[in-house]
């Protein structure tokens, strides 16, 4: 039988671990409890010694990872005197679980570090507390290292469920994507000071490509978790599965009513993370009468780090004050960057900044993201941190010397107002001369120099990219077109740079980063992509737009497209896109495939794009529209096979 996150209840060997863990869950040791008028202990009574640790059986409790939380269990001591015993966990590490309350016999514990480590327990009489057991026979545990499972371990850099300052209630719902048979998947929560709560059997998916959606993740956790109080809270969540052999991929939704921001999970060996010494770039921060902007960043080692943080202007010059944070392991904090640096709104109003995270102390792992909120609509949009050098990678949002905008539009809204796209360049080097060539469906317009950064950390700004282009080569109506943009640093490299676009109509608006064509983020052969979240029903409506990055002197290409529902299988029919170098296509998925709404209608949906054959490299990209308020989200595709 499935097991999913709201049926994990169930099973009562499950009941049994998970509410025994809930009371020690985030790693803090617990009191004695209370037994009322118990009579005391006897002279001569004796407490047994508790049998040797366990590991607790899988597939309820996930293997033993560095970082990673997992239940420990012991029992079988008694009192001679027939008094209840509390039981206490040695971790090996310096550290311990303290005094468990009567009845406990699990403990959650996350190590900082891999290696091995002697677990052992003892046991007191809850009456006599002077009356302990010898300490049991050790189990060693043994830590693998996150690397060893990195491939299937995700960090989400936010999940909410608390009410909005305008009214209603932010709520995360994710959607979880299992491309192997059998796949366990398990979480923990992490939210402000370190504290922690987990690890929670999530779901198993029986069948490869299987999908199961959680409407709000928090809520969810609450019912599984009902001595922590989830509403009202911000954290980040880890997902990680049994083994590396079973890789997942994650996307998620932060919606207030007819509002919302679409960001993917972050893959911990590649994606926006950084140690001691480096850092990480937050784009397109604005704080004055339109928008608000926040930040939220997640310590993931086991060891306290210290950032640093600098609002930098369009020179690349600081605004206002650098400020530093402590984060504890495992610490998630959010805040107005703005205020921190002593630049609040309205005594100051800022556009086109970026944010500079440094790690100063703690060889641990930083990650991060940016959002903005419309003052007026409170319409949320997420902005993906970028590490601070250039490289490539999997990583969609890394400095390069070429980058690829999946959409940019100058057009008519259907209902109302006019789409444009704002872009900002970041030149991570200095000097940077960045050209760029307009992509359509039928041709392409340019190259065309936009701009030549200053120092490194300079920024621009364009408030509407295509009316820029019209500027520029005014014998092409850009009015009414949307298509895609090659970006290209001229000087080759290390000149490199960031692209951060903003497509908005109004108080609504979507964000989404420009790539580089590399390898892990095009459909070659041997290398799918897949979109995740996509729905067509009375809520949404949903798009793809794919972009043939091949290059001016690269080959046509062709991708086999496959909707896939919650259990894996094809919705409708197959469907195919053939793309000469630098042309775009846009097209709903689900009126492609012969399902269009309202004769069908579809939730919690992904597509699998595949290239049967060598051709010219394929990228893609999705979003969803709302039905009532147009407001639109992004949603990047993620490698399916790698």
């Known amino acids: 039988m499935k097991k999913a996150l709201g049926f994990a209840l169930a099973s009562s060997a499950v009941t049994a671990v998970f509410l025994i863990a809930f009371l020690a869950a985030a790693g803090t040791p617990s009191g004695a409890g209370s037994l009322g008028h118990a009579v005391p202990s006897a002279p001569g009574d004796i407490v047994s010694t508790p049998t ?16 990673l939380p997992s239940n420990y ?31 406990t016999f699990t403990v959650a514990k996350r190590y900082a570090a891999q290696g091995s480590y002697n677990v052992r327990a003892k046991a007191r009489c809850s009456v006599d507390t002077g009356l302990e057991s010898s ?35 932010w709520v995360t719902e994710v959607q979880l994507t299992a491309i192997q048979p059998l796949t366990h998947i398990y979480l923990c929560f992490n939210t402000a000071g370190g504290t922690w709560r987990g690890p929670f059997y999530t779901w198993v998916a029986e069948s490869p490509n299987e999908t199961y959606k959680l409407p709000n993740i928090l809520a969810d956790l609450q019912y599984l978790d009902p001595s922590f109080n989830y509403y009202g809270r911000v954290g980040a969540v880890e997902f990680w599965t049994q083994d590396a052999a079973h890789g997942i991929r994650l996307a998620s939704r932060t919606s207030n009513g007819n509002y919302s921001k679409t960001f993917p999970g972050l893959r911990f060996n590649n994606e926006s993370v950084v140690g001691e010494h480096n850092a990480l770039l937050v784009q397109n921060l604005i704080n004055n009468a339109t928008y608000r902007s926040s930040a939220g960043f ?49 005594a100051y109003s800022y556009d086109n900044v970026i944010l500079r995270a440094y790690v100063t102390s703690g060889d641990s792992s930083l990650l991060g993201f940016g959002a903005l909120a419309n ?56 000097g940077t001369e960045v050209e760029a060539v307009f992509c359509t469906a039928s ?20 408030t509407n990219i295509l009316q820029t282009f019209q500027a520029l080569d005014p014998s ?45 983020k095009a459909v070659v052969p041997g290398y799918d ?17 794919f972009v043939n990055v091949s290059g001016i002197s690269g080959s046509p290409g062709t991708v086999e497209c496959r909707l896939r529902d919650t259990t894996g299988n094809v919705i409708g029919s197959m469907f195919t896109v053939t793309l000469s170098p630098f042309r775009v296509y846009s097209v709903n998925p689900f009126a492609a495939a012969g399902v269009p709404y309202p004769a069908n209608s579809y939730d919690n949906a992904w597509l699998h794009l595949t290239m049967p054959s060598a051709g010219g490299a394929m990228t893609v990209y999705g979003a969803t529209a709302n039905n009532a308020s147009n407001d639109p989200a992004a949603h990047l595709p993620a490698m399916y096979n790698h």
């Open 52 to 67: 040797t640790p366990a590991i607790g059986a899988p597939p309820d409790n996930p293997p033993p990872v560095e970082t």
């Open 73 to 103: 269990t012991t029992g079988g001591s008694t009192c001679s005197g027939g008094h209840p015993v509390e039981y206490y966990f040695d971790f090996g590490d310096g550290t311990n679980s303290g005094w468990l309350p009567v009845g």
């Open 135 to 169: 300490f049991s026979a050790s189990l060693a545990a043994n830590i693998s290292s996150l690397s060893s499972i990195e491939q299937c371990f995700h960090v989400l850099p936010e999940a909410i469920w608390a009410p909005a300052t305008g009214g209603g209630t």
């Open 298 to 346: 997640f310590n993931a080692g086991g060891i306290a780090m210290t950032v640093e943080f600098e609002l930098l202007d369009s020179t690349g010059s600081l605004i206002g004050s650098a400020f530093s944070r402590l984060f504890a392991a495992y610490d998630f904090q959010s805040f107005n960057p703005f205020v921190q640096a002593g630049v609040p709104y309205p």
């Open 375 to 430: 003052n007026t609509s409170n319409d949320p949009a997420a902005m993906l941190t970028a590490m601070d050098a250039w490289g490539g990678g999997s990583a969609w949002n890394m400095p390069a010397v070429t980058k690829y905008l999946p959409e940019a539009i100058w057009a008519q809204a259907t209902g109302g107002g006019t789409w444009t796209t704002d872009i900002q360049i970041t030149d991570d080097h200095g």
């Open 443 to 462: 041709g392409t317009r340019g190259p065309f120099v936009l701009w030549t950064g200053g120092s490194a950390h300079s920024s621009v700004k364009f």
């Open 476 to 520: 092409f109506t850009y009015y009414g077109k949307v298509g895609a943009i090659y970006f290209n640093a001229t000087q080759g490299p290390p000149y490199c740079f960031l692209v951060a676009a903003m497509t908005k109509n109004g108080n609504y608006a979507k964000t989404y980063p420009a790539t580089s064509p590399t390898l892990f």
């Open 529 to 545: 992509l897949m979109v995740q979240n996509l729905a067509s029903d009375a809520t949404y409506r949903s798009s793809v737009i």
